[in-house]
């Protein structure tokens, strides 16, 4: 075996016995499942508030060691040297914050860090200003760099795949980085597939919350393995952070590549949404975007925070109300669909229609507000989907004017 097999500058380093207290997490903070820190590597993090007007002030960074116990690091943040196992953000709006570990864990050290979010008191939903993080190692020989490493942030998910290549005779191997997030005992398996898409091995683990593990596929899980190409598919009992990397070889040394797992649970197609009629004293719309399958019922109109939106179902009068499009998005009408005609509706048919930028009519009376009525949507990242009315639910104000809610069935080819 070379003496470069396996070298791991950035640390695949085994999960150690779990001590003390573990960490916290919950939906909506983001998890880094790799940071290694040491002589010859850097982590370096930075954060982005997306916001044109919130500030963000409630955000924390949190290092974590591989049992999940706080882990007390030197960083900079910008230009201020830092130590400690956390950092209370606080972000102008549009503001970057550069968060770098310093190098000086001897020997490379290696653990996590959880981005949480406790924006509990901001006038519209925290959710609403999440921040953008960009992650890169940065690998040193002597004072100089010799490779950047890009990082991807995804979310926590159950099921997933990422693409899996071991071949011991070149130096190529595929590790994982995996962070439990779940409240108790997580067991996780993994499974191989081979190119050609037959079942190849299994293996499974547990893990304790909080705890990461990081290793080569060939090391604990599959022993022995000295070549493979195609894919691994893991899931577990509940949520985890995951990243995969590729370990190849160079005319002098090893370069590495992180790889991105498939988030199964995030590749949902369909849904089943309601879309309320807004009443018109009040902001008279209500917004849907439909390439994330997402009412927004706070309405926010000013700011980033609408541009997600294909269609807005608009009031008008007491009896009039439309379907309008946003951000470059468009309408076509299908007319009333059977749910066996609606399923039969496929992508080559909804290319080829003609989309319009004006309103559909969903007024009393009108062809659009009608059981079964069905529409085409060019979405504004280009997507296209279909959305058939399943139900009409009448419903009076205080004044006793009434409204027309809507429940759509929703498909979106991505």
């Given amino acids: 075996m070379s003496v470069k097999t396996m ?243 160079t005319a002098v040394d090893v370069q590495y590549a992180t790889l991105v797992a498939t988030d199964k649970e995030a590749l949902r197609h369909n849904s089943y949404v309601f879309l309320p009629q807004a009443v018109l004293s009040d902001a008279p719309y209500m917004p849907f975007d439909i390439d994330a399958l997402v009412v927004d019922y706070l309405r926010q109109l000013e700011g980033e925070e609408g541009y997600p939106w294909d269609i807005t179902y608009e009031t008008e009068s007491k009896t009039a109300r439309s379907f309008k499009p946003w951000n470059g998005a468009a309408l076509a009408k299908l007319g009333k669909k059977s749910p066996t005609d609606f399923d039969a509706i496929s992508i080559t048919e909804l290319k080829s229609l003609s989309y319009s930028t004006n309103k559909i009519d969903m007024s009393d009376g009108s062809e659009g507000l009608n059981l079964e009525f069905t529409i085409a949507i060019r979405t504004d990242l280009g997507y296209f989907a279909k959305a058939r009315i399943i139900r009409i639910v009448e419903v009076k104000d205080d004044k006793g004017d009434l409204y027309k809610d809507l429940g759509l069935e929703v498909y979106v080819f991505r």
């Fill in 7 to 249: 070298r791991m500058i950035i640390p695949f380093l085994l999960s150690l016995p779990l001590l003390g207290t573990v960490s916290a997490f919950a939906r909506g903070d983001r998890v880094i499942p790799q940071v290694p820190d040491g002589p010859n590597i850097r982590t370096k993090i930075d954060l982005i508030n997306i916001s044109s007007r919130q500030a963000v002030k409630n955000f924390k960074i949190q290092f974590f060691r591989q049992d999940g116990t706080p882990w007390k690091l030197n960083f900079k943040a910008n230009d201020s040297q830092e130590a400690g196992s956390e950092y209370i953000l606080n972000l102008v709006p549009r503001q970057t914050l550069r968060i770098e570990t310093a190098g000086l864990s001897s020997p490379t050290a290696s653990g996590y860090v959880i981005v949480a979010d406790e924006e509990s008191k901001t006038t519209s939903h925290s959710r609403d200003f999440v921040l953008g993080i960009s992650v890169y190692y940065e690998v040193y020989a002597g004072a100089g760099v010799v490779d950047t490493v890009s990082v991807p942030v995804t979310a926590p998910t159950a099921i997933g795949t990422f693409p899996v290549e071991i071949d011991q005779t070149k130096d190529l191997y595929t590790g994982f980085a995996i962070v439990s997030l779940m409240s108790g005992v997580n067991k996780v398996v993994v499974s191989l597939y081979a190119a050609d898409g037959k079942a190849s091995s299994s293996a499974n683990f547990t893990m304790a919350k909080g705890e990461q593990r990081a290793e080569f596929l060939n090391q604990r899980l599959f022993p022995g393995l000295k070549q493979f190409k195609g894919m691994a598919e893991f899931s577990c009992d509940g949520p985890v952070a995951i990243l995969a990397l590729l370990q190849t070889r």
